[in-house]
């Protein structure tokens, strides 16, 4: 991470360039790719009031630039302070890479499952049939073509417009549905 800090109507010392680069290393625990990071230290003075202004600029990779700005009486404070602050932004936007929302639920695997090239002798072949359902059949015609197909069961409308469906027994005798 290139880090930059500068110092506006302010002399920085070597105490508060230590300071501030701890509070920059602090930022690389969340696992985000911090390009780089400034801080302009600049020291304020309204209304006879010293005060200072801290301000983080982190850059992301793939991401926006994430800006804190924070003023206080005391520097050492308004650095821990725009940390926290800058810390609380990248937490979040750890999490928001890291929850469940976010994961593939397994995409890639069921996709590369799917490319996989089968033989012909392990997949079992559904092969499409024409049901004929167009006219309503008396049971007693339902079970005369059953009986002279090799099928185990045969699906029909019966005359009040009902599916049916009559299946041949393991005793010998039909089943109607």
């Known amino acids: 991470m290139n880090l930059s800090i500068v110092g506006k109507q302010f002399n920085l010392t070597d105490s508060i360039k230590q300071h501030i680069e701890n509070a920059f290393d602090a930022l690389n625990k969340y696992g985000l790719d911090i390009i780089s990071g400034r801080c302009v230290?600049?020291?304020?003075?309204?209304?006879?009031?010293?005060?200072?202004?801290?301000?983080?600029?982190?850059?992301?990779?793939?991401?926006?630039?994430?800006?804190?700005?924070?003023k206080d009486k005391d520097l050492y404070a308004a650095v821990d302070l725009a940390l926290e602050r800058a810390s609380k932004v990248l937490r979040r936007e750890h999490d928001k890479n890291t929850t469940v929302k976010n994961k593939d639920d397994g995409k890639a695997v069921r996709a590369s499952i799917a490319d996989e090239q089968t033989s012909d002798d392990e997949v079992d072949e559904i092969i499409p049939m024409e049901l004929e359902l167009y006219k309503p059949l008396e049971i007693e015609e339902a079970m005369q073509k059953l009986k002279d197909s090799d099928a185990q069961f045969y699906v029909f409308n019966d005359m009040d417009a009902k599916m049916r469906v009559i299946y041949k027994r393991s005793d010998g005798k039909f089943g109607l549905y």
Not at 53 to 69: G, H, M, P, Q, Y
């Open 41 to 70: 230290v600049s020291a304020d003075e309204k209304n006879g009031k010293k005060g200072f202004s801290v301000e983080f600029a982190l850059n992301l990779a793939k991401k926006d630039t994430i800006v804190i700005r924070h």
